[in-house]
């Protein structure tokens, strides 16, 4: 199937709720092509959540939003089993996480016992109660926000929740005139009332099927490899970005090759992802923290540093 049409369609129609953010848009179809998870990092109100309910509306998925609070426990959040008194037998009621599309609003609210809650649910797409695992829905895609300024009764996402996501988007204020569109559109009714399903969800499974044959040479899986090595070796990095960090780049460089109508991937592909898929997954040294090197920053001076073609002992200079 043409999935840079069924693509283009897709954003279209989210694009009536979400103004003026063309490349998030775009970076979350990705991550639902690569059956990835997206983390949305930003202040409140630039429309982190309806970004989310327009992507489920488009596609036609089932929708629920957890609402994560200090005093949310596990089992608000994968179900749990209830013992009927008429069966005299335990059964199993499953929890908000058991939805095509989640919404784990406010994430690092949660203690870090309930975030790790869907540590198994995002990897294995299961969630294991009582001994039984129950699969999860598919396509499964959690779309977790968070504030990143204000820092006061939360809880910092582990290592191991963060390199669970695909990639991290930052919407960011609309610009003067997006704003105003905004006002102009919502006068009487909020445009997430009247957005569409454009998508069925035998299609998305085929643009998921056909965006795992996109065609990766092996000059550009080493640059891939290259780049996620780069990340480990850099002297103001603590922990460099995981062996799942490079089968994740990889992933949604097919995606987003697809998405552009080609059936190979190129390296701008990758540098035009490096930043929102290895960002997150980096961990820097205090020192380099005190004079505010930023992660984004240290994956933008790596791009600008490795080259895109490893070179030849013929061409090296001796």
Known sequence: ?????????????????????????RLALVALLCEGHILIEDVPGVGKTMLAKALSRSIGTSFRRIQFTPDLLPSDVTGLSIFNQKTQDFEFRPGPIMAQIVLADE?????????????????????TI?????????????IATQNPIEYEGTFALPEAQLDRFLLRIRLGYPKPMEELVILDEQKRLHPIESIQQVL??????????????????????????????????????YLGASPRGSLHLYRAAQALAAINGRDYVIPDDVKQLAVPVLGHRIIVRSQASLREVDNDAIVREILSTVSIAEPTEASTPA
């Not at 001994?131 to 598919?138: A, D, H, I, L, N």
């Open 1 to 25: 199937m043409n999935v840079q049409e069924a693509a283009e369609r897709t954003t279209g129609n989210i694009e009536h709720v979400i103004v003026g953010k063309h490349a998030e848009v």
């Open 107 to 127: 994430i690092n609210r949660a203690t870090p016992k309930t975030q790790s809650a869907l540590l198994e649910c995002m990897e294995e797409r299961q969630a």
């Open 130 to 142: 009582d001994g039984v695992s129950y699969p999860m829905p598919s396509p499964f895609l959690v």
């Open 200 to 237: 069925a969800l035998d299609e998305l499974r085929q643009m998921q099927a056909g965006v795992k044959e996109i065609y990766v040479d092996q000059g550009v899986a080493d640059y891939i490899i290259r780049l996620v090595t780069a990340t480990r070796e850099h002297a103001d990095v």
